[in-house]
């Protein structure tokens, strides 16, 4: 049976002390200038079997290179754990990014297209309470087609939706521009208005911009700049 040597094994229990499990084996690949746990173990070992016997290493300076190298193990360790965090986010982008086909997102902006419904949806954003609201519907032409009152609206977002689309332009699937006006105190003024428009296609993007989204009538958008999704 083969012996176990005394300081060997000492050494082994006082790095497993520190967090250094010196019979762990690493599923990360080493390269031949990597210095691993067992490099670390063999040297130390050698380092005391070789030492000056008249001036052996001080204790302090023995727990003091293996504290380093446990915190050296450590942030090895933090970057795999990191590497494999940014993977799975990058899964997740991904799938946020598929979800997101065919469906619609409330975006600022003005134009707008007739949902499958007959409707044309999106908010108006009321920087005070209003005594008056009228959202106005154009054609790509300049001509009103229709005008709705929403009367009297507390500040923030009100929401609207138009039923009121000439058939011709619902058939050829033609842009519908809305304006919002509201009487604030100081007369009728334009407010901004957000429109529910398709998003067309997306994509995962990466960790500083984020799902990207193809808007119809919009272009490319972050998904940060969505107000709101509609599923």
Do not use: C
């Amino acid at each position: 049976m083969a012996s176990i040597d005394p300081s060997q094994q000492s050494l082994s229990a006082i790095l497993n002390k520190l967090g250094i499990n010196s019979s762990e084996k690493s599923n990360v690949p080493k390269s031949k200038d990597q210095l691993g746990q067992e490099d670390f173990l063999k040297l130390m070992t050698t380092q005391l079997q070789n030492q000056d016997p008249f001036a052996p290493m001080e204790n302090g300076e023995f727990i003091a290179q293996m504290a380093q190298f446990s915190t050296v193990t450590g942030i090895t360790s933090m970057d795999e754990s990191l590497k494999d965090v940014a993977s799975k986010l990058g899964e997740t982008r991904v799938a946020t990014a598929t979800n997101m086909l065919g469906h619609s997102v409330l975006v600022p902006g003005s134009i707008a297209r007739v949902d499958d419904d007959g409707s044309v949806n999106g908010v108006i954003d009321l920087p005070s309470a209003s005594s008056n609201v009228n959202v106005v519907f154009k054609s790509q032409n300049g001509d009103i087609l229709d005008t709705i009152n929403l009367g009297n609206q507390p500040s923030g977002l009100v929401g609207f939706a138009w039923h009121g689309a000439p058939k011709d332009m619902m058939d050829n699937d033609e842009p519908i521009f809305v304006e919002a006006y509201a009487n604030t105190g100081k007369g009728m003024e334009g407010v901004s208005s957000s429109i529910f428009a398709e998003v067309l296609s997306s994509s995962a993007g990466d960790s500083n911009s984020g799902v990207m989204l193809d808007v119809r009538d919009y272009g490319t958008i972050s998904a940060n700049e969505v107000i709101k999704f509609r599923m």
